[in-house]
């Protein structure tokens, strides 16, 4: 157990629709990143915050957003879903926000859309 | 996108050594990292090496030559529970994964 969690553990929706993500770092970690995988495209880094601030942005879509509230706890919006947005959400964490400092990532939450 | 490269599967016999490369194609970044993931499951991390050369954790091992654009996870006396996938990410600002290895350890 890594101390990150995530809800929920497995989402269904349908196409155009929105959903919410949500992530716990570990106690005390001030950075969050977030990252999809999928089957085609692997692990992809999408983004990070640092202590509220958005920090990095990776291959995230537009549609897509997220932010980090005062508690550190990060949600991740994805809007005007299509199928191929079907992945494994992982949020990761780490105390200084460096990326070479080791990232402990979440359970994940598996997203299908139908 | 991603520009390192991993074979996609290998296959060991337990208590057998085994050697998973990676290369990429870029520079300037700050290190190279190592992560396990079983099936479904979380990335785990590994190892990372900053330097050239090799570091060693336990029964994993992993090596980087910046020059050659090149480094490797190196896990000895294999046991069944270390079939998983292993990716190497490069360390940028966030971590950029490579599509990951699939081992197998036979009995």
């Known amino acids: 157990d890594s101390g990150v969690t995530q809800t929920p553990k497995h989402l269904i929706t349908a196409t155009g629709q929105r959903v919410t993500l949500r992530c716990s770092p570990r106690?005390?970690?001030?950075?969050v990143y977030w990252y999809q995988q999928s089957l085609d495209q692997g692990l992809q880094f999408l983004i990070q915050?640092?202590?509220?601030?958005?920090?990095a942005k990776g291959n995230i879509l537009e549609r897509f957003s997220a932010q980090q509230f005062p508690d550190l706890h990060s949600e991740l919006n994805l809007s005007s879903l299509e199928l191929g947005d079907s992945a494994l959400y992982f949020c990761?964490?780490?105390?200084?926000?460096?990326?070479?400092?080791?990232?402990?990532f979440g359970p994940g939450t598996r997203l299908t859309v139908l | 996108g991603q520009s390192l490269e991993q074979p996609s599967e290998v296959t060991a016999v337990e208590g057998a050594i085994v050697q998973i490369n990676c290369t990429y194609q870029?520079?300037?970044?700050?290190?190279l990292s190592w992560y396990q993931q079983h099936d479904g499951g979380a990335p785990t991390f590994l190892s990372y090496?900053?330097?050239?050369g090799l570091e060693e954790t336990g029964r994993f091992s992993s090596f980087l030559s910046r020059s050659d654009s090149y480094g490797y996870l190196l896990l000895q006396e294999l046991q069944m529970k270390d079939s998983a996938s292993y990716f190497c990410?490069?360390?940028?600002?966030?971590?950029?994964f490579g599509k990951g290895t699939s081992l197998l350890v036979t009995p």
């Open positions: 870029t520079s300037g970044f700050y290190g």
């Open positions: 990410a490069r360390n940028d600002y966030a971590l950029n």
């Open positions: 915050y640092y202590n509220g601030e958005e920090r």
């Open positions: 106690s005390g970690d001030l950075s």
């Open positions: 090496n900053a330097l050239d």
């Open positions: 990761a964490s780490n105390p200084s926000g460096s990326s070479y400092n080791e990232q402990f």
